[in-house]
Nanobody, 129 residues
Framework: QVQLVESGGGWVQAGGSLRLSCASS????????MGWFRQAPGKEREFVAA????????IYADSVKGRFTISRDNAKNTVYLQMNSLKPEDTADYYC??????????????????????WGQGTQVTVSS
């Protein structure tokens, strides 16, 4: 089992920044690609960003490209999502997720929620206009 705990959410004005963190425990962190997803009220969960197990490959949703940056610190078993130039439409619950990829350490991570094996409980982000 992998336990994922997100933190760093909160309230921010449009144009501001937040950094989300997701701490992992329970299994070897470097066996997992990590992703961030979000779900706004009344909407389906959507992909935000993902990073390979090695940290060398990242992908982003078009809606956040150029504003959000995903990174990971394998020594701290933590993945981050730096969110800049936030917009009201970024308001959502943000979830981190882990995809077991032991044989695909350097592969491009997945943007599909169904590919991910473990999920955190989410952290709320509210961006006011």
């Amino acid at each position: 089992q992998v336990q994922l705990v997100e933190s760093g959410g909160g309230w921010v004005q449009a144009g501001g920044s937040l950094r989300l963190s997701c701490a992992s425990s329970g299994r070897t962190f470097t066996n997992y690609a990590m992703g961030w997803f979000r779900q706004a009220p009344g909407k389906e969960r959507e992909f935000v960003a993902a990073i390979s197990a090695s940290g060398t490959s990242t992908i982003y949703a078009d809606s956040v490209k150029g504003r959000f940056t995903i990174s990971r610190d394998n020594a701290k078993n933590t993945v981050y999502l730096q969110m800049n130039s936030l917009k009201p439409e970024d308001t959502a619950d943000y979830y981190c997720a882990a995809d077991f990829v032991i044989t695909r350490y350097n592969s491009v991570p997945s943007n599909l929620a169904r590919q991910y094996d473990y999920w955190g409980q989410g952290t709320q982000v509210t961006v006011s206009s």
